[in-house]
């Protein structure tokens, strides 16, 4: 993969960063939303076995979960790519460790994990 693919690659990590960090704020308003219709059937009086069996699906737990991790993985490919850029714009690993708050062999493995993840097409 040449510098301006790794770059474009970079590019496109975070425009899909950016677009799954807006579909996470909005599941989690949902779920702050019914977190706080919880509360008030808590505070009406009803046991947490009556609210969780008439919760709906997915549960807010669920939502949660959910959403961490569609962040985790959108967030992991930006990181990767964004190595991955700064590493053919030829700043050290040491640097890039550095800028991340990371170990050097950390960098490694997100640059090895990039090489792997990105399909033969794109290198």
Do not use: F
């Amino acid at each position: 993969m040449t510098g301006e693919q790794s770059a474009e690659a970079a590019g496109r990590a975070l425009d899909n960063l950016v677009t799954e960090i807006a579909a996470v704020i909005r599941e989690l308003e949902s779920a702050c939303e019914r977190a706080r219709d919880l509360q008030e059937q808590r505070s009406g009086g009803r046991s947490w076995s009556e609210i969780v069996a008439d919760e709906e699906r997915p549960l807010i737990v669920e939502q949660i979960s959910a959403a961490m991790g569609t962040l985790a993985g959108a967030g992991g490919r930006w990181r990767r790519s964004q190595a991955q850029a700064l590493h053919d714009e030829n700043v050290s690993i040491n640097r890039i460790a550095e800028l991340y708050g990371v170990t050097r062999q950390r960098v490694s493995a997100l640059l090895r994990n990039h090489e792997q993840a990105v399909p033969a097409a794109e290198r």
